[in-house]
């Protein structure tokens, strides 16, 4: 209750007065609150959903603890039509995960639903839309620091129509859709992971949070909540004697990472972090760095489809042999589409055997994908409005 409290309180001098109480529970927590907390890889791309056949008159948070879910999963966004839904009225939803903000500022969220639907940041309620209505939108903002956010979003219909909408916009955003890439799965939130989170909203202490966060980081404990709250500092308080030793713990901890987890929001935040703090180092240590970011992150391609012309967007894409690349692939067609890459002059053969076992029983299994040695990489058959990212290592 503390911890959920503490960032509520508007005095700042009350809130200041609680640092060394929330102090033990993010570095020093009691024995039974201790949990595993972030290591290395420990979060996916994607969003938890939670179906409930029936429809509960209202969608709390507090409301959904007490129902049992029908079925759960992971999806790629925030939408009505998942693949967990059992039937078209009378149910519940609840999508809960993290968001990715890569910048700080200030942003707003909009939620269209019919019927009632709510949305949590930061385990704080911002957008009630709940209730008996047709489909209408409601918005609200709120200021978020660069890092990740707790997010859950909430959702039933009665009845009737139905649908679900969710957008934002912000720091270099236009109102749109919450990316897939932005959306985070991750092991549950330890008593830890909480406190550091609130640790942000307690004013003062800076030099204290950097020494204490930092040994976290080379601890190897709670490591994405570690690098948000150390992003969240006036940089004019960071340590540059701990800099070096910080910026060489991130670079180590992204070269163990698989490349192809390198574009989630937990490898873009520890490099912004890594890169933010080579500046803090003499110019020959900071290129250096730089250099070492630049070989590690990972190329990312759009490509999409042209709507009613059975093309993609771009005719010709170049990728060095060896190099490990990220396929953002939307669907922007009004009817379904995948994306495959064969081997070279395999293209029309691939063609036809798709065609010819497009009639086959097991089909929507392969995604339409006809079984061939030949096929280096496919992505699923995405519906319209659908987007995918697939890693890819040109051989």
Not at 202 to 219: C, M, N, S, T, W
Not at 274 to 289: C, D, G, H, R, W
Not at 325 to 340: C, G, K
């Amino acid at each position: 209750e503390l911890l959920a409290a503490a960032p509520r309180i508007a005095d700042e001098a009350t809130r200041a007065k609680l640092y060394d109480r929330l102090r033990a529970f993010a570095f020093d927590p009691p024995s039974h609150a201790r949990g595993e907390g972030q290591g290395g890889v420990s979060a996916d791309n994607g969003i938890q959903v939670d179906y409930f056949e029936l429809s509960p008159g209202n969608v709390s948070r507090e409301t959904l603890e007490k129902l049992t879910p029908k079925a759960s999963g992971v999806v790629a966004e925030i939408k009505m039509d998942v693949p967990q839904l059992g039937r078209r009225d009378a149910f519940a939803l609840r999508f809960s995960g993290q968001l990715y903000a890569e910048k700080p500022g200030q942003y707003t969220f909009f939620i269209a639903s019919d019927d009632g639907s709510r949305l949590y940041i930061d385990d704080e309620l911002l957008i009630n839309h709940d209730g008996l209505h047709g489909m209408s939108e409601k918005q609200a903002s709120v200021q978020l620091t660069a890092g990740m956010h707790a997010l859950m979003v909430t959702y039933f219909d009665n009845g009737g129509g139905d649908g679900l909408a969710v957008q934002w916009s912000g720091p270099g955003i236009k109102k749109q859709a919450l990316p897939a890439d932005r959306l985070m799965i991750s092991g549950s939130e330890t008593v830890q992971d909480l406190a550091i989170r609130t640790l942000q909203s307690i004013p003062g202490h800076e030099a204290e949070k950097f020494r204490d966060l930092v040994a976290l980081l080379k601890a190897g404990r709670n490591r994405n909540s570690a690098i948000s709250a150390l992003r969240a500092i006036d940089r004019k308080h960071w340590n540059k004697r701990q800099a070096r030793a910080v910026v060489d713990n991130l670079v180590a901890f992204l070269s163990d990472m698989p490349a192809r987890y390198r574009t989630g929001a937990a490898a873009l935040e520890a490099m912004a972090l890594a890169s933010e703090m080579s500046e803090l180092l003499p110019p020959e240590q900071a290129s250096s760095v730089q250099e070492r970011l630049k070989n590690l992150d990972i190329r990312v391609i759009a490509i999409g489809t042209v709507p009613e012309r059975m093309i993609y967007d771009k005719e010709r894409i170049a990728v060095r042999a060896g190099e490990t690349v990220e396929f953002r692939f939307s669907n922007t067609d009004a009817m379904p589409h995948n994306l495959t890459v064969t081997l070279p002059g395999a293209m029309e053969e691939i063609g036809l055997l798709a065609e010819a076992t497009a009639r086959d029983p097991d089909a929507m299994a392969r995604q339409f994908v006809p079984e061939s040695d030949k096929i280096l990489m496919s992505s699923r058959l995405l519906q319209p409005g659908e987007s995918q990212g697939i890693s890819f290592e040109a051989p």
